[in-house]
């Protein structure tokens, strides 16, 4: 029978020749995780369940991400217990504050997520590593705490739906402008349950960093995995971070579908997605001239190397509008480093931003820029529900680095092209 | 196990963001994390909940972050189940893992109007509008669900396991 991408992955780890949509399945896990939010309830149950041992501390890993460097003290509490159940275990993947940054980016960024794994992780965004073509998929604490001990969880066989991307891509367009009119199109639960799977000449085109992008906001569409099979730019990635072996899988051809959608992606804009929900996304033009407060650069969706140089390009030798507060998180400390190195840095700060370590922070409302009754801001960030990033009163808009970055110097949202 | 209450009903897309905001996640403290269930819509939402109350929603509730707070939250607030047009899927696991009884119904979803009188089996997912006189059917929990479910939540099935 004809399988997708990710049938292959999940019949390979529960034994099984093949597996369809719908089928119940206990599979074998290859990496699983959680951060300073959802790690501590796991090990508390962990604890409570009277567990010893997980089941392997090196596919295991604990990083610190949300409230971090911790916000208050019972961050500082929660962290705290992390780092202690980590030492108990003596689990290889404890990853302290100052030597890691946002899961999301730094995980793939070290090598620890290959082509091929399934894994888990105690955050809604694990889906980013589909992007890699493994299958990867967000779970709660009791889950987490279920793989820490056992090494394996059960599944239902999501059905897949199609999606594919042809024709070149405008200016200042980039894969977060592609995810974000895609669930425009199909709606916050235009995915429910469901694999995305993601194709065609545009998607080949694509950087590794945009594709990450793009994963990454599979669960804004109710998606259970965003997933890209490997290419010659996928290999050639992970042959940068990592010496270990990896395997690909690509769907067959006569896979079954449930939906299969096609975009003109040459006719995509730049997107602004609207308060309250992702699915509010709309060219940048029809945003344009709505004042922000503040902008936000950052994220496990647009924190990459990729998205500070395209945002310093655009903020070199100019000045944010007097206004506006922009606050710039990069992803990990290697990518901190390397915008030191490219001198992104300097024309961040000489623009007048808030350059600092690495953290989700704002994205979910934790500090580092936080929302008053009735601000508005434009963030690269991946979702605007009400009171997301501060005051229920305050409203968050959506959008590429590049968009942020020329509506922080306009003061209000602006296509970059039209930046003076 | 019968589980009777008044309706509280919520749109379509209620997000975990709402149900929990993100601010509070600095804690794992049921109490605390129930004290600002809603809060966000309702400011007096938990302080007019009765215990045994449900809630009923539209599509996709339970949207946005991984976070268990979430259903602890609802369930600490004294909500004894959810009926919903459908669930975000994380919502779905994380409810049935720690033992908030969830249903898909959404003939029961559209009836049900604020402040009816429900009463719903949880084992044959039978749903009755006492202040109607109506009566919805949800589907059936899979058995390897009501296997979980029968034993307490996921933390004790994965006890049962690591001792084979």
Redesign the interface.
Known sequence: MSQTISEKILAAHSGNKEVSPGQ?IEAKIDLCFGND??A??AI??FR????SKVFDRERVLLIPD??TPN??I??AT?TKMMREFAQEQGLSNYFEVGRCGIEHVFIHEQGLALPGMLIVG???H?CTYGALGSFST??????L??AM??GRL?FKVPESMLFTYNGKLQAFVSGKDLILCTIGEIG??GA??KAMEFQGSTIKGLSMDSRFSMCNMA?EA?G?AGIIAPDAKTLAYVKSVSKNPCKVYKSDKGAQYSEKIDFDASRIEPQVAFPS?PENSKPVSEASGIEINQAVIGSCTNGRMEDMRIAAKIMKGKKLNPSVRCVILPGTQKIYLDCIKEGIAEIFVRAGCSFSTPTCGPC???HMGILAEGEKAISTTN?N????MGH?KSEVYLSNPAVAAASAIAGKIVHPKELK | MQLKGKAWKFNDNIDTDVIIPARYLNTSDPKELASHCMEDIDKEFTKKVSHGDIIVAGKNFGCGSSREHAPIAIKNAGISCVIAESFARIFYRNSINMGLPIFECPGAAQKISQGNEIEVNAETGEIKNLSRNESYRAAPMPPFIQRIISLGGLMEYVKQESKK
């Not at chain 1, 529900?385 to 997301?388: A, L, S, T």
């Open positions: 119940l939010i959802t501590p309830i508390e149950n409570k369940a009277g567990l949300h409230f916000k208050d019972k961050t929660q105690a955050d809604s694990t967000g779970v709660g604490s009791t889950d705490a279920a001990a056992l059960w916050v639960d429910l349950y669960i109710g259970k929900l979910l409302g934790g979702r529900f009400v009171g997301r229920p």
